[in-house]
């Protein structure tokens, strides 16, 4: 079966920079682009970007462009958000999704305080 | 980018039927944007219900389905359950990628 398992919540601060994991299984991997979504504490969801998972091809929402760098390793199935600059309005669950929106993560809880 | 909206909450009676729309700022919604639909419950991640317009996933209950209606991309509910109560959100896409809605919270009372 189809399985999206993300990393562990992460507390950082104002500036700091923060990468979340997402290690698929059930499916070939190399053939679903991979999508990343935010969805701040009470609010709507917000798509960040997608990979190629067998191309490293990206690309970026303009909100998000130049703050976020998505990456892959082939040889663990695994892809990776990256989000610099932080800011405590950054502070939302990520969530890594299979292209066709079919398959979601679990959620990883960034929490961005001083 | 394009701004994706949503009536931001809607209510039904048990047994009911409702529809939720998801217009676009750049004009009507089409097929071409491949609208999906979401049902999320609190504390949980996102399930999605309906994709390219109008199709079920095996897991969405027949009592959901989707279509273009007046412009703008619909999800009808006929018969609504009490655990239908939930927010429900939409997704577009566009050139520059995709975009969601701001969701609408269904309560079923």
């Known amino acids: 079966q189809v399985q999206l398992v993300q990393s562990g919540a992460e507390v950082k601060k104002p500036g700091a920079s923060v990468k979340v994991s997402c290690k698929a299984s059930g499916y070939t991997f190399n053939s679903y682009y991979m999508h990343w979504v935010r969805q701040a504490p009470g609010q709507g969801l917000e798509w960040m970007g997608i990979i190629n998972p067998s191309g490293d091809g990206t690309s970026y929402a303009q909100k998000f462009q130049g703050r976020v760098t998505l990456t892959r390793d082939t040889s663990t199935s695994t892809v990776y958000m990256e989000l610099s600059s932080l800011r405590s309005d950054d502070t939302a669950v990520f969530y890594c999704?299979?292209?066709?929106?079919?398959?979601w993560g679990q959620g990883t809880l960034v929490t961005v305080s001083s | 980018q394009a701004v994706v909206t949503q009536e931001p909450s809607v209510t039904v009676s048990p047994g009911g039927t409702v529809t939720l729309t998801c217009g676009s700022s750049?004009?009507?919604?089409?097929?071409?944007?491949?609208p999906y639909w979401f049902q999320q419950k609190p504390g949980q991640a996102p399930r999605t219900l309906i994709y390219?317009?109008?199709t079920k996933h095996s897991w969405t209950p027949a009592r959901f389905s989707g279509s273009l209606l007046g412009g703008k991309a619909a999800l009808t509910l006929s018969g609504a359950q009490p655990e239908d109560e939930a927010e429900y959100s939409c997704l577009l896409s566009y050139s520059s990628g995709w975009v969601f809605g701001g969701g609408t919270k269904l309560t079923v009372l």
């Open positions: 750049t004009g009507a919604v089409t097929s071409g944007h491949y």
């Open positions: 999704v299979r292209d066709g929106f079919d398959f």
């Open positions: 390219d317009t109008s």
